[in-house]
């Protein structure tokens, strides 16, 4: 009754402005407050925090402060690595010679000369790259290299950035993954189509398949656009579970194999470089027996080998007169012995995936 006859008369101004301040004030009490309860639940709120606070920190290392990115952006540049801060070099990589000659002439060469190409509407850089093969055989370091050589920014996206994002935000983030491309060109983003992110993209779901149409056509942007210098490089262990749709838009491919015993001798020479081996310690042999071992593999089987000599020295010498360059050099059997670990622990890694994995 009281309100039907205040509102049956004409409003004052006051009563106008009064009005339209509540109405404002209660509009953002309300904003505030649902956007605290969301934040609230979110799961990934630490994470983007965590996200935001390591993309500014790089952002103001390149130079690139001002440049303002959205939320989705901020946990995108969380990876990103300027190639004037990469410790990586082609030196880094053995074995793997034709590969690395055949990418540069590939990939890089366009990057580099790119004024020899301007005119030429078929030799462009390729703008979709990918590496193939088992895992731990150098991918990603080669991915690095590239980067590094071309002097482009290195996004090296991790799976759980998309995957761990909320319903509906997916689409978000995936225009999100390419406008920060643009930002930051010259750009390579770096995808591991591995289980997870396979498992996502192979996904029959709507929204993803949603997020998925609205990847590609996006993808197909930068491919087309001439003037943007990005590139997406995907590494993928088996090609053949990759969509049709994802292939296609990687035409440039590279087979990273697993390391044949000349490649394997030559890893082990390359990690053990700086290490006090016994000059009589034969890595010919070492590279025998390791058949099937990936570069990763043997860099962890070396590292297993550095920990076993310190920790023999430990046990085997009193606390006063422990010194670093009494350690004893790496021998022969310490190598073996790294070697059969190493394969009881792939073998039960093998057992575990098919039993757990494999029959969920
Ligand atoms: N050809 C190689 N020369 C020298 N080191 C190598 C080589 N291959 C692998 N390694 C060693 O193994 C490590 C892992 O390699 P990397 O991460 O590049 O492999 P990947 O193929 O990307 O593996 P994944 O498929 O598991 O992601 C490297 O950091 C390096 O120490």
């Given at each position: ?134 895992p731990g055989c150098g ?190 050099p790496v021998q022969q ?28």
């Amino acid at each position: 009754m009281v309100y039907a006859e205040a509102f049956s008369r004409p409003l004052s101004r006051n009563e106008v402005v009064g009005l339209i301040f509540r109405l404002i004030i209660f509009d953002a009490v309300t904003y505030f407050t649902i956007k605290w309860m969301v934040d609230a639940i979110d799961p990934t709120r630490k994470q983007k925090v965590e996200a935001q606070k390591q993309a500014e920190k790089l952002m103001k290392e390149i130079g690139m402060k001002n440049v303002k990115l959205s939320e989705y952006e901020m946990s995108i540049a969380a990876y990103l690595v300027d190639p004037l801060n990469m410790h990586v070099t082609w030196s880094d990589i053995t074995g793997l010679d034709d590969v690395i000659t055949d990418l540069k002439d590939t990939v890089i060469l366009p990057i580099k000369k790119k004024h020899l190409f301007e005119n030429s509407r078929r030799l462009q850089p390729p703008k979709g790259v990918l590496l193939y093969g088992p895992p731990g055989c150098g991918k990603t370091l080669i991915a690095k290299d590239t980067a590094k050589e071309a002097g482009y920014r290195f996004i090296n996206l991790q799976p759980s950035t998309l995957t761990n994002t909320w319903y509906g935000e997916s689409q978000k983030l995936a225009a999100d993954i390419f406008s920060l491309a643009v930002k930051l060109q010259p750009s390579i983003i770096f995808f591991l189509f591995y289980f997870v992110l396979l498992l996502y993209f192979n996904s029959d779901h709507e929204a993803i398949a949603m997020m998925k149409a609205q990847f590609m056509s996006l993808w197909d942007r930068l491919d087309t656009d001439h003037s943007c210098q990005a590139i997406v490089m995907g590494a993928a262990n088996r090609p053949q579970d990759l969509d049709s749709a994802i292939m296609s838009r990687m035409p440039t491919r590279f087979h990273i194999n697993q390391p044949a015993l000349k490649q394997r001798e030559a890893i082990l020479k390359l990690i053990l470089k700086n290490e006090n081996v016994d000059r009589h310690v034969d890595l010919l042999e070492v590279a025998q027996e390791t058949d099937g071992f990936s570069g990763s593999d043997l860099k962890e089987m070396c590292q297993d080998v550095a920990l076993l000599c310190v920790r023999e020295y430990v046990h085997s010498t009193s606390e006063e007169s422990h010194d670093e360059d009494e350690i004893w050099p790496v021998q022969q059997q310490d190598l073996h012995r790294a070697i059969e670990k190493m394969k009881k622990s792939k073998v039960a890694a093998f057992q575990y995936v098919l039993t757990h994995v494999c029959l969920d």
